[in-house]
């Protein structure tokens, strides 16, 4: 039998919906503009580690569990960034692969060279628990501070605004949906489709397009 939380509890008591004035659904991703006014800001005030942190989860839409854990190995070949990573992804067990752009090997390179320690391996250590990575919880604050930091509202927005900016950046440009579901390791194209949330207009805008 299906249970029901406090707050949806509480509104079949009263009547009212559950969520009545609560922010839910998909996090909407970034624009051009967001990115860039988000990128000055962390430059300007020489947040180096959150700068390279940024770059990463912009090019490697990845979760933000797999994002905090990956390690200095895993984007550096010798003494240079590599242009490509592959990480394997805790929720579904499979690789997936992405670019690394040069603004972000910059800003990762710059990281590694002036970072307090890196000992544990990890690319994003955390500064609380020595050998362990930034937390997820960590991150989401980072995310909601660098949002704020624009004039957008921080509620509005979260860690997988970020994993969705570049994908949907993508469709809208190539209309591709098989790439897009190979660069966010998606096992089924619904998953893509639901995820970038394609409409019907959109579908039928591609439609058009298409000759016979």
């Not at 994993?163 to 660069?183: E, F, S």
Request: net charge positive; proline share 4%.
């Amino acid at each position: 039998m299906q249970t029901l939380n406090q707050s949806e509890a509480s509104g079949a008591k009263t009547g009212k919906p559950w969520n009545r004035g609560k922010l839910v659904g998909q996090k909407p991703p970034l624009k051009r503009k967001d990115i860039w006014a988000i990128r000055v800001r962390l430059q300007l005030a020489e947040r180096r580690r959150d700068l390279a942190l940024f770059n990463l989860a912009i090019d490697s839409k990845l979760r933000g569990c797999d994002l905090v854990a990956i390690r200095i190995a895993d984007v550096k070949i010798g003494q240079a960034i590599a242009s490509r990573a592959i990480v394997t992804q805790r929720k579904t067990g499979r690789p997936v692969q992405f670019e690394i752009t040069e603004p972000t090997r910059e800003a990762i390179s710059t990281w590694i060279d002036t970072m307090p320690h890196r000992g544990s391996g990890h690319l994003f250590p955390s500064r609380m628990c020595w050998g362990r990575h930034l937390s997820t919880r960590q991150y989401a604050r980072l995310v909601k501070s660098w949002i704020d930091a624009i004039g957008l509202d921080p509620q509005l927005y979260g860690t997988h605004s970020l994993r969705r900016t570049k994908p949907t950046l993508i469709y809208r440009r190539t209309q591709n949906l098989r790439a897009v579901q190979l660069l966010l390791g998606h096992t089924k194209l619904e998953s893509t489709v639901r995820y970038l949330g394609i409409e019907v207009d959109d579908a039928l805008a591609i439609a058009e397009q298409t000759e016979v």
